[in-house]
């Protein structure tokens, strides 16, 4: 039989990509062409970093994560309750206003004032935003996944309109002027946002960090050191005279709720146990933890 002749470019030598299919001239490519053909590193960086690492743990475990994000809703919604009736009644939890400002004064000494000045400088609304965004673009340049960097920062974000809402609404008003160190604020008082803030930030981050490896002594230190940081920054309110007990009970129970909520998400979206499939051009096997 005989062949049929060819009358054109050899079909190598088209741009696949094209719907015309246009041919290219062998051995000098068109730009489209280079372009097409190039491999795609910059678009297949930002798709990684949108994958999200999915993890396999038994049942057990994952009923574990979803049990302790009901039970730090659940009791933070409980105790916001308690506390916001407390605070608008002036009783109940509010009668330990005056009794606690009284004994944290008793213990003001020059070094403890300079610790608490410190601790309330670096969670403050000027120092902590600093840090989360720093935090933030670190952790999305050097991890290969965006997951979460992004949900920290969207709790942190979330904790910021909670606190500037629920101000707005109760309009407390702060201690008396003259207990506080270092400078007047009469903004109002409930809640407080550096407890909030400080609780959030150091809360998520032990959790999101640990979660990936939870190894027992791992969860303790992370989560230690977190509760240590948060019962810090609520002593420092007080000392310095900026806020009530009650004000960082609120901003407690807050906390508790946004990262009862987090934990919910995360586990929604990356715990499998075995059997479950991991699909989706946006889901791979944990590898790296990042």
Partial sequence: MASIPSYGPDMHDYDNDSPERTPTVT???SREARTADRPSAERGFWRSKFVVEERYLDGRARRGLYIASAIL???GLVFFTIVITSVLTRTGVADWDRPMEQWVNSLRSPVTTVIMIVFTITFGP????IIIL???VLWLIFAKHAWRPLILA???IAGVAVATILAQLVHRHRPPTSLMLIGNDTTFSFPSGHVLG???FLILTAFLVVSRNPKLWGVAVGFGLAWIGVL???FSRMYLGYHWFSDTLGSLSISMVIVGTVIAIDTRRTVRVRGEAIHGAHSQLQKDRT
């Fill in 232 to 234: 810090a920054e609520m």
């Fill in 73 to 75: 809703v659940v009791l």
């Fill in 154 to 156: 969207g709790a942190m």
């Fill in 134 to 136: 720093i935090v933030t």
């Fill in 126 to 129: 000027v120092v902590l935003p």
């Fill in 27 to 29: 051995g000098t490519p």
């Fill in 198 to 200: 400080a609780s959030d």
